[in-house]
């Protein structure tokens, strides 16, 4: 568990650190749900699935700290060229917010053949992040499986599967993510799997098509967030109105 000690002292610097940073106006949908049964959202470019038990808080705090995350480094590095700089400061934004990263890791992606499945590549990386997790085999099983349940639920659900495409591919900046929320002996953990894209066309479908590796360039990003309550618990009504602010503005924008 963590030292009180310094989770007070962590408060004071998130605190400041979270009334800095600026978020991205151009993506501002809400979590939608795309299996409820199974428990997956979409989330800006996430499909963040839970496993069993996770309480209604946590799913709604790791949700807003991803999507916060999100829109803060969207609003700093737009371009798909700048996904190293947009993963830097998302995981230094999930830290702010009170998700410590015990875990993570950017590079260029080689694949071989002459195409992938971006659906299928993003679960590779997941189950690799979700390998490294210190939890009993089943529990790491059942991380992976909820997470492909959630994705593949998206084939029957045509309007969110179109959402999703849209926030990933509309404004430039070229990525996926999918993650898998458990709680075990009272901690609750994120593991997330990224996919970064640089494209030489302007395909606008992505996911359960096949992509021409040619065309293409991949980065891959891996990443473990273990909650530190103390610190949610201090930020969350903050996250809270900034969401809500930024939502308002999208709304005052539009004519009736």
Known sequence: MFDKDMEQVDVAASIQRLRTYELDGARVDDAVSIDEPNKGSIVGEGIIAFTAGL??????????????????????????????????????VMYSVGWLPTQKYYNDLNIGGNTVRMDKLVLEILGSVIAGVAMPG??????????????????????????????????????????????EKG???????????????????????DWDTRSVKFYRGESVFRK???????NREYIRERLGDNARRKIEGYEI
């Open 228 to 234: 530190v309550p103390y610190l949610v618990d201090n």
């Open 55 to 92: 309480s209604t808080q946590n799913q709604e705090d790791v949700l807003h700290a991803f999507l916060f995350a999100s829109l803060v480094a969207n609003k700093k590095y737009p371009l798909e060229s700048q996904g190293k700089e947009w993963y830097a400061l998302f995981t230094e």
């Open 138 to 183: 089943t529990a790491t099983a059942l991380m992976l499986k909820v997470a492909g349940d959630a994705i593949n639920a998206l084939k029957k659900r045509e309007t969110a599967l179109t959402l999703y495409e849209r926030n990933m591919l509309d404004h430039g900046v070229g990525g996926m993510a999918a993650g898998t929320c458990t709680e």
């Open 187 to 209: 901690e609750v953990t994120l593991a997330l799997g990224m996919v970064r894209f640089i494209r030489d066309n302007s395909s606008t479908k992505v996911l359960f098509v």
